[in-house]
Structure formats: C-alpha cells, structure tokens
C-alpha cells in the first residue's frame, strides 16, 4: 500500500482520531520506496513557483503535501483531514497549502500525477483542484485494485470532462500526450529524494518535516513557522 504521517483539527474527539490514523499511517504504509541514496535534508528549500495551491497569496506558511492518487491513506487524508486543515489554516489566511506528487505505487500513479499536472498548466489553479478531488474521490475502495491499472488515459479523461468542457479537456489530453507535464512531475520527484520524502501522505510546512502526532503538534508548528516569516 503506502505511508505517510499525520494532519489535523480540534477537540479531544478529534485528537484521537489523529493518533488513531497515525497508527493506521504506520501499519499501513510500509510499502514506500525505501532509501533513495543521499540522506535527506531535514530541511530544505522549496522552490513553490508553479506548484497549484490553495490559500492566499498573502499568507506566510507554506504547507505542502506529498500524496499518490492511488494511495488510499491519502484518500482519506483528503477526505477526512484535509477539510480540517482548510478550515483551521487555510480559510483564515494562516497558510497556504501546495500538493506535490510522490507517484510510486504503479504506473497508474506516474500517469494519474502528470495528467493532473497538465490539468494545471493548461486549466489553471481551479481546475486542477476540482480535479485533484475528483479523482481521489474515485479511486476504488477496495485495496485489491491498487496494483492495477485502474487510472487509464481514457478514464482520466473522461474524469476531467466531469469538470471541464470537452474543448478544455482535448487540451489538456493533447499536452499530456506530448509529455508537456513530464518536467513539473520530474521536479515534484527531485524533492522526494531531497527531503527524504519514503510515503504518502507527508506533510511539510515551511520546507520542514512534520513528525507530530497530535493536532495541537500540527498548529504548534504553523504558529512557529508563521512567527518566523514575521
């Protein structure tokens, strides 16, 4: 399957549904690539030039996820957490938050990340968002279908005219075609192996690992951060 860390929101109800997906984040991810050669930086610059986000521009936190379209944690990540995060961080104007690609379970991840990356470089910022969540939405429930090719080029398509016009998504399938989107997925990739990224969901904030387990560890790295770019 995959890997990944931790993420977000209030009350003691929901501080133990964190640490309760912490543990599920362990026992469940330990499939990621494994070293990829140079120790990692524990800290590093992100170049976040071109890199679809939400938030405002304003905002002096950068978060950034690492996630693969077929990773079911980061399904539920997206699903269960991420609107949490959205409301506590993003909504206010405390950060922004970015989502690179770490495709390493098939074939179906590498072409699920650059067909998104097109979606972006010839939709935009809204686009790719409303596709972003779409196709995590459809990704099969049952775990048996994540070796498979499930993420074809037709099914991507066809998921994109759910958000876009058929002029729009002809575009977009003609850009991924001609490999247009390939550099932006091979930069994401080169971060991986920079900041030692070895599962998805991993979360990053200010170029900064976070190894928290608890949501208050979570805003006590984002008020620190947002203290530092003061």
Sequence with gaps: MTKSKKKSISTSNQSSKWIFWVVGLFSVCVLGFIFLGNLPEKEAAIDYEGQPYLG???????????GDYKCPVCKNFNKSFFPLIKKEFIDTGKAKFYFMNYSFINVDSIRAAQFAEAVYQKLGNDAFWKFHEL?????????????????TESFLED???????????EKVVRAFQENQSK????????????????????????????????????????????????
């Design 56 to 66: 405002k521009k304003s905002a002096p936190v950068q978060i950034v996820e690492f």
């Design 135 to 151: 196709l995590y939405s459809k990704q099969p429930e049952d775990a048996k279908y994540e070796k498979m090719d499930i993420f």
């Design 159 to 169: 998921t994109l005219k759910e958000v876009a016009s058929d002029e729009e998504t």
């Design 183 to 230: 550099d932006a997925w091979d930069k994401d990739m080169s971060y991986v192996k920079k900041l030692g990224v070895t599962g998805t969901p991993t979360l990053f904030i200010n170029g900064k690992k976070f190894e928290g387990e608890t949501i208050e560890d979570f805003k006590e790295m984002v008020e620190e951060a947002a203290k530092e770019n003061s």
